[in-house]
């Protein structure tokens, strides 16, 4: 006998994503925050945010055919898709949409591969739903995103908004975000 | 006969475009992302922005609180209150701050600072503060991007030159991170030093004008203002320049409504019904200590 509920795996249940979207959510708000996932934060945050209303520029090939199409997205090149998702290692070699001055919310959300968050390189983060400073250290992510990063957000309100992914955690760097390296 | 909802009443499609919309709202503070408003089983004007937000946040395990005007048990919020407790099977509602995990709200804040573990989506009727200066929404657009506020503050500052001093008593335009100047939703001024540096997410909700934005933890928000005239908050002085306390609880740092007594004598009390209940039962605990 088949149970409908059962049978999705929980990636694609509505109730987890609720909760992966409020740790995503939680994580914008506390730029340099580590939320843990319950899931694989690659395919549990594109789960969560994706659909047929979004486009997603996959620059290297990081998840399957059946996963692509169970999003039900739009593939489109990383110069204009809503979503990029690339390895974070390797230097970024296009520019993303960065939006307008009038609809700046039209800037990509840059979705990186990274290998930890408790080791590698120090940063300190300040700006809005930061207290003071926050100190992250990043592993796994290829300094050039960072540089590439100030120039694109180099006219507020234009600009890109990044989430970085480890495993199952997250952490978010908004436009806002200013980082410092150590 | 039974009718089944989908958990929260919206579809998940409408859940997701609400849910990346907040992201980018948060992204860039004060802005107003604009996202397509879903038709409600009530008006709009009802709280539907707000709505649309805490049915596409809210999970099963979550503790919410509607206030509408500072009380839990207006007709209002006991309407939402009982549209989420009918669409969302498992959540738990409260009238106690410091048990809620999400509060929507309508022209207040709480008299308690939030937690960072909370989020309070406010309704918002009128999104644009620059409407007043400016009809058509592609200039505003174009204002706000280059954040200039030039003609607002023309306008605050005739305000100010008629009255005296800065009259609003609502929504007052404040700017947010250094760049956006928001409607904070018609608040009074008392509660808008309560967006600056924030513990926790404030989220609004314009339904009919179909637009939402954020002031995110730790993000400064200024009231507009001039050297010479500054933002002041409502005083609740007596005339002999004594702080009127609470009729009810005594508390001499809320905000007060004022009702009329059938003699015509005016009675203040706490706004903030929780607030009010709050201190009430801690004075009658220290004097029963
Ligand atoms: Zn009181």
Redesign the interface.
């Given at each position: 006998m088949s149970n409908l509920a059962t049978a999705i795996p929980t990636i694609w249940q509505?109730?987890t994503?609720?909760?992966a979207?409020?740790q995503?959510?939680?994580a914008?708000?506390?730029p340099g925050q580590i939320e843990a996932l319950s899931e694989d934060a690659l395919l549990l945050t594109l789960a969560?945010?994706?659909?047929?209303?979004?486009s997603i520029a996959d620059v290297h090939g990081l998840i399957s055919a059946l996963d692509l199409a169970r999003l039900e997205t739009a593939n489109e090149p990383a110069e204009t898709a809503h979503f990029v998702l690339a390895d974070g290692a390797q230097a970024p070699v296009f520019t993303p949409s960065l939006g307008?001055?009038?609809?700046?919310?039209g800037?990509a959300?840059l979705l990186l591969t990274v290998t930890a968050f408790n080791d590698g390189a120090s940063y300190t983060l300040s700006g809005?739903?930061?207290?003071g400073a926050r100190n992250v250290t990043l592993q796994g992510l290829n300094p050039a995103w960072l540089d590439s990063r100030e120039s694109w957000n180099a006219a507020?309100?234009m600009g890109v908004?990044i989430v970085l992914l480890a495993g199952k955690q997250v952490m978010a760097l908004?436009?806002?975000t200013r980082i410092k390296g150590a | 006969m039974s009718v089944t909802y989908?958990?929260g009443f919206m579809d998940?499609?409408a859940?997701?475009?609400v849910?990346?919309?907040?992201?980018?709202a948060?992204?860039?503070?004060g802005?107003q992302?604009?996202y397509s408003s879903r038709e409600m089983p009530m008006g709009r004007g009802f709280g539907t922005g707000g709505l649309q937000i805490t049915l596409s946040?809210?999970?099963?395990d979550e503790t919410l609180k509607v206030i509408d005007q500072g009380s839990d048990d207006s007709v209002n919020a006991v309407n939402l209150r009982q549209f989420v407790e009918l669409t969302c099977p498992g959540v738990n509602t409260t009238t106690h701050l410091n048990e809620a995990t999400l509060i929507q709200s309508r022209h207040r804040i709480p008299e308690v600072p939030l937690t960072?573990n909370q989020?309070l989506v406010l309704q918002v009727p009128y999104p644009d503060p620059l409407v007043v200066v400016e009809p058509s929404e592609?200039k505003r657009?174009?204002m706000h991007?280059?954040a200039d506020y030039a003609r607002l503050l023309v306008k605050l500052y005739e305000d100010i030159v008629k009255f005296d001093e800065i009259t609003i008593s609502h929504r007052y335009p404040t700017r947010i991170?250094g760049?956006?100047v928001i409607d904070p939703s018609p608040i009074p001024r008392w509660d808008v030093p309560k967006l600056h540096n924030s513990p926790a997410?404030i989220l609004f909700g314009a339904g009919r004008e179909k637009k939402i934005y954020a002031v995110?933890?730790?993000?400064?928000a200024e009231p507009l203002a001039f050297d010479d005239v500054p933002f002041r908050v409502e005083s609740f002085n007596d005339a002999q320049g004594n702080r009127r306390p609470c009729e009810r609880c005594g508390a001499t740092d809320s905000f007060l409504d004022e009702y009329i007594n059938e003699d015509g004598s005016k009675r203040y009390q706490c706004s903030d019904s929780d607030y009010c209940d709050t201190v009430l039962a801690e004075t009658k605990e220290a004097a029963n200590a």
């Open positions: 509505p109730h994503q609720q909760h979207y409020r995503l959510m939680q914008f708000a506390n969560t945010l994706l659909d047929g209303a979004t307008t001055l009038e609809s700046p919310e800037g959300t809005p739903g930061v207290d507020f309100p908004d908004p436009r806002t | 989908n958990f998940e499609h859940k997701k475009e849910r990346r919309s907040i992201l980018k948060i992204s860039i503070p802005y992302v604009p946040l809210i999970g099963a960072p989020t592609d657009k174009v991007g280059e991170n760049h956006y997410l995110p933890p730790h993000t400064k």
